[in-house]
């Protein structure tokens, strides 16, 4: 009895393990009306915050999830971004000691890295439809809950399946000149490039030899019976 209890917690156990990747086919960001052709970087700040309406720097990013298939257990999708100093170039990059906080937003509207996506972002009032929030510093991967984002996609087949990166609020020191988070964009080939990360939610521990054990009573009682 106690080899068939662990049997079947260690094929309870086993579907815990199930992982999926998703790499963005497409980026790109805006400053004002002009939309970005270098795919080697990502760019955010929120420059209406220091006072330049219209002028802030938002970055777009599409991804192709219709190969997913949903696990049978809770499930948590986080996307993944590189920042990297460097490719801010001669703007101020995002620093441990200049933080940015980035949001990650819905895209409401048809991907169109032609003409941008300015008038398809759902911010909310200061930033309240964002997913999640992140403070953007050092160099190095930062990561965004868009769970709830990825399975709105998920229900709803015909969403347009793209995630809006901007910052909440920019730096505003001495120089009132603004910091940038710079990311690496889909098929970059230097650095990490975005990513939507699938990943099953641990089963409390003890939870699978309790569900296992109950599965197992209950088919014995049913043997019983007949």
């Known amino acids: 009895m106690k080899s068939v209890l662990l049997a079947a917690a260690i094929a309870v156990t086993s579907t815990a393990s199930h992982a999926a990747t998703f790499d963005a086919v497409e980026s790109y960001y805006t400053f ?20 330049f309406p219209g002028l802030e720097t938002i970055s777009f990013i599409l991804f192709d999830i219709s190969t997913f298939s949903a696990p049978a257990t809770p499930y948590r999708v986080s996307l993944q971004l590189e920042q990297d100093s460097g490719l801010a170039g001669t703007l101020i990059p995002a620093a441990a000691d200049r933080e ?39 160099n190095g991967i930062y990561s965004w809950d868009v769970t709830r984002l990825f399975r709105q996609w998920v229900n709803t087949p015909t969403a347009e399946t793209a995630i809006v990166i ?36 641990p089963l409390p521990a003890g939870l699978p030899l309790i569900l296992a054990a109950l599965g197992i009573l209950g088919f014995l009682r049913t043997r019983r019976r007949s």
């Not at 004002?32 to 006072?51: F, P, T, Y």
């Not at 990650?104 to 398809?120: C, K, T």
């Not at 909440?168 to 120089?175: A, M, S, V």
Request: negative net charge; charged residues 15%; aromatic residues 8%.
């Open 166 to 201: 901007t910052g909440l609020f920019g730096n505003t020191n001495t120089d009132n000149r603004n910091t940038y988070a710079s990311f690496y964009a889909a098929n970059s080939i230097a650095g990490t490039g975005p990513q939507l990360l699938v990943a099953q939610v």
């Open 100 to 138: 940015l906080t980035v949001g990650a937003y819905a895209l409401d509207g048809i991907w169109d890295p032609v003409n941008g996506n300015l008038a398809d972002a759902r911010y909310g009032t200061n930033g309240s439809a964002a997913f999640d929030l992140v403070n953007v510093g050092a």
């Open 32 to 51: 004002g009306s002009g939309v970005s052709s270098n795919q080697e970087r990502l760019l955010a700040d929120k420059a209406q915050e220091i006072g």
